[in-house]
């Protein structure tokens, strides 16, 4: 039982009453009230033992009662035998042989010495066996002192010297529990734990004895794994540090709850940090960050920040698995959530996916001739291209999606302006000035263009890109597929396209990469 519902119990005024009809031997009234105080504290065995010892002096004194009836009848008949043969032996003697008169006398003085030793065997009888329901009933104080009258009155008494080294003993045992409990309340862990582990020494079922050392053990390890949380806390190690901390509230939710709850919060949010350190485009440390943001959000649901921080990590995890699914609208409403709110996010590999997607769907609605849907992705995926000129594969792919859609739809004005741009970032004005046939197709295409003839010019603009294979990249790059890189990041990484990597390395399925490929990577100097 734990101090307070110790303290609780002595503090009812139903256990003071209780106690005043022990001490005034009015068992009934104080049996009645105990029932009353045992269904208030159920797990009180100490209340048990006090009902038990007041039942046992109930019975003490009634028996005592009958023995003492029974003593006095027995004596009286006795003494009424002893002194009828006394008055007839008087009788007799004064009668006729007074010269008997002394022995007479000495017979009654060792009669009455004889009935006086009996009586104070009768009593001494029954203080010892008080004596021995009191220690029985933890009332050690009150039994030594029987004990000590009785060695007073008769030392060698039979079973004493026992009795009082039973006595002596758990009066003992008393001011150390009371000891051991004093410590408890002054947290003194260590000196409570040698204190109670010394009476269970002596004596392994002594009271709560057991329960208490089980108490204090588990607080030496509530203090050990919170010092083992603080030291990982403190060397930044928030990963191990959420973990013992964890450990630490599944031990006890109210142990130093506000501290462990916000050094806990503190630690899921820079392990989740931590995890995107150098690998933010890491689908593996963004599962994990993300894990640990929602940690973080369970033990304050309103932070904005991680829960912006949160949603971005879970945003793109969706996207990803999308993606490799084929729903392309399902990635593109994710990721334009990201984009939007960090361009950069998982270091570019948000846009990447983002237009990739764009160009995925429009290639989908090509197919079905939705020209109008076709034309409004493939210009989406522009504006995302344009974003990073540098990654000059995906501006080149994009300025010619968005001219052939343009073309399909007649707009050919458009189309051959966006074929010039395909022109000049493809390098195709470079590459003509060592090749003359290219040149001859593009200054004819650049004057059909000059004179409004757009398509004219959309012809020979195409046929610039088909003659001499220009419209392929002119580079590439061999690539080792390391441990969780995905098509996307390595494409995001290099400037190139997936579908560019995916036909040049006749991918069957774009999800499917394993460590150790060697993958063929498009790109345009």
Same mark, same amino acid.
């Given at each position: 039982?734990?101090?307070?519902?110790?303290?609780?119990?002595?503090?009812?005024?139903?256990?003071?009453? %209780?106690?005043?009809?022990?001490?005034?031997?009015?068992?009934?009234?104080?049996?009645?009230?105990?029932?009353?105080?045992?269904?208030?504290?159920?797990?009180?065995?100490?209340?048990?033992?006090?009902?038990?010892?007041?039942?046992?002096?109930?019975?003490?004194?009634?028996?005592?009662?009958?023995?003492?009836?029974?003593?006095?009848?027995?004596?009286?008949?006795?003494?009424?035998?002893?002194?009828?043969?006394?008055?007839?032996?008087?009788?007799?003697?004064?009668?006729?042989?007074?010269?008997?008169?002394?022995?007479?006398?000495?017979?009654?003085?060792?009669?009455?010495?004889?009935?006086?030793?009996?009586?104070?065997?009768?009593?001494?009888?029954?203080?010892?066996?008080?004596?021995?329901?009191?220690?029985?009933?933890?009332?050690?104080?009150?039994?030594?002192?029987?004990?000590?009258?009785?060695?007073?009155?008769?030392?060698?008494?039979?079973?004493?010297?026992?009795?009082?080294?039973?006595?002596?003993? %758990?009066?003992?045992?008393?001011?150390?529990? %009371?000891?051991?409990?004093?410590?408890?309340?002054?947290q003194d862990w260590y000196a409570a734990l040698v204190a109670l582990q010394a009476i269970a020494a002596q004596e392994p079922n002594y009271k709560d004895v057991a329960l208490q050392i089980s108490h204090i053990e588990k607080q030496y390890l509530l203090q050990e794994t919170l010092a083992q949380a603080d030291e990982q806390f403190e060397a930044e190690a928030w990963e191990e540090a959420a973990s013992e901390?964890?450990?630490?509230?599944?031990?006890?939710?109210?142990?130093?709850?506000?501290?462990?709850?916000?050094?806990?919060?503190?630690?899921?949010?820079?392990?989740?940090?931590?995890?995107?350190?150098?690998?933010?485009?890491?689908?593996?440390?963004?599962?994990?960050?993300?894990?640990?943001?929602?940690?973080?959000?369970?033990?304050?649901?309103?932070?904005?920040?991680?829960?912006?921080?949160?949603?971005?990590?879970?945003?793109?995890?969706?996207?990803?698995?999308?993606?490799?699914?084929?729903?392309?609208?399902?990635?593109?409403?994710?990721?334009?959530?990201?984009?939007?709110?960090?361009?950069?996010?998982?270091?570019?590999?948000?846009?990447?996916?983002?237009?990739?997607?764009?160009?995925?769907?429009?290639?989908?609605?090509?197919?079905?001739?939705?020209?109008?849907?076709?034309?409004?992705?493939?210009?989406?995926?522009?504006?995302?291209?344009?974003?990073?000129?540098?990654?000059?594969?995906?501006?080149?792919? %994009?300025?010619?999606?968005?001219?052939?859609?343009?073309?399909?739809?007649?707009?050919?004005?458009?189309?051959?302006?966006?074929?010039?741009?395909?022109?000049?970032?493809?390098?195709?004005?470079?590459?003509?000035?060592?090749?003359?046939?290219?040149?001859?197709?593009?200054?004819?295409?650049?004057?059909?263009?000059?004179?409004?003839?757009?398509?004219?010019?959309?012809?020979?603009?195409?046929?610039?890109?088909?003659?001499?294979?220009?419209?392929?990249?002119?580079?590439?790059?061999?690539?080792?597929?390391?441990?969780?890189?995905?098509?996307?990041?390595?494409?995001?990484?290099?400037?190139?396209?997936?579908?560019?990597?995916?036909?040049?390395?006749?991918?069957?399925?774009?999800?499917?990469?394993?460590?150790?490929?060697?993958?063929?990577?498009?790109?345009?100097?």
């Amino acid at each position: 039982m734990s101090v307070e519902a110790t303290r609780s119990r002595l503090g009812d005024h139903l256990y003071q009453s %209780a106690l005043g009809h022990l001490q005034k031997g009015d068992w009934k009234a104080g049996l009645a009230e105990l029932a009353g105080l045992a269904e208030r504290y159920p797990l009180d065995d100490s209340l048990s033992a006090l009902r038990q010892e007041m039942e046992l002096r109930a019975r003490v004194d009634q028996d005592e009662r009958e023995d003492r009836r029974r003593e006095r009848r027995r004596r009286v008949v006795k003494l009424a035998s002893r002194l009828m043969a006394v008055l007839l032996v008087g009788l007799l003697v004064y009668g006729g042989v007074r010269s008997y008169s002394v022995w007479f006398q000495q017979r009654v003085d060792e009669a009455r010495q004889n009935l006086e030793r009996q009586i104070r065997v009768v009593e001494l009888s029954t203080k010892f066996a008080n004596a021995q329901a009191l220690l029985r009933a933890g009332r050690t104080a009150e039994a030594q002192a029987l004990l000590q009258e009785i060695a007073t009155v008769k030392p060698d008494f039979p079973g004493l010297p026992i009795s009082l080294e039973r006595a002596n003993a %758990a009066a003992s045992l008393e001011v150390q529990y %009371a000891e051991a409990l004093r410590l408890i309340e002054r947290q003194d862990w260590y000196a409570a734990l040698v204190a109670l582990q010394a009476i269970a020494a002596q004596e392994p079922n002594y009271k709560d004895v057991a329960l208490q050392i089980s108490h204090i053990e588990k607080q030496y390890l509530l203090q050990e794994t919170l010092a083992q949380a603080d030291e990982q806390f403190e060397a930044e190690a928030w990963e191990e540090a959420a973990s013992e901390y964890e450990s630490l509230r599944a031990l006890e939710p109210l142990y130093q709850a506000e501290t462990v709850e916000e050094r806990l919060y503190t630690s899921y949010v820079n392990a989740a940090r931590a995890s995107l350190v150098g690998q933010s485009d890491s689908l593996a440390a963004l599962g994990i960050a993300e894990g640990y943001f929602r940690k973080a959000l369970a033990l304050r649901p309103q932070d904005p920040e991680i829960k912006t921080e949160r949603e971005l990590a879970g945003l793109y995890l969706k996207a990803q698995a999308d993606f490799n699914q084929a729903r392309w609208s399902e990635v593109i409403t994710a990721l334009e959530i990201i984009y939007g709110k960090d361009p950069q996010y998982a270091r570019g590999t948000a846009r990447q996916t983002l237009y990739e997607a764009y160009v995925a769907r429009g290639d989908a609605l090509q197919a079905q001739g939705d020209y109008e849907s076709v034309l409004r992705d493939y210009q989406l995926a522009l504006v995302v291209a344009q974003a990073d000129r540098q990654a000059t594969l995906r501006l080149f792919e %994009a300025y010619l999606k968005v001219a052939e859609a343009q073309n399909a739809l007649a707009n050919y004005e458009a189309a051959a302006l966006l074929y010039r741009s395909v022109v000049e970032v493809g390098g195709l004005r470079q590459r003509a000035l060592e090749n003359s046939d290219l040149a001859a197709v593009l200054q004819e295409a650049d004057g059909h263009c000059a004179a409004g003839n757009f398509s004219g010019a959309l012809e020979a603009y195409r046929r610039a890109l088909s003659t001499s294979d220009e419209a392929q990249p002119q580079d590439s790059i061999i690539h080792v597929v390391q441990s969780g890189e995905y098509l996307i990041l390595i494409a995001g990484r290099y400037g190139s396209t997936v579908q560019a990597i995916v036909e040049a390395n006749d991918i069957p399925n774009r999800s499917l990469i394993y460590p150790g490929q060697e993958l063929v990577i498009p790109v345009l100097p």
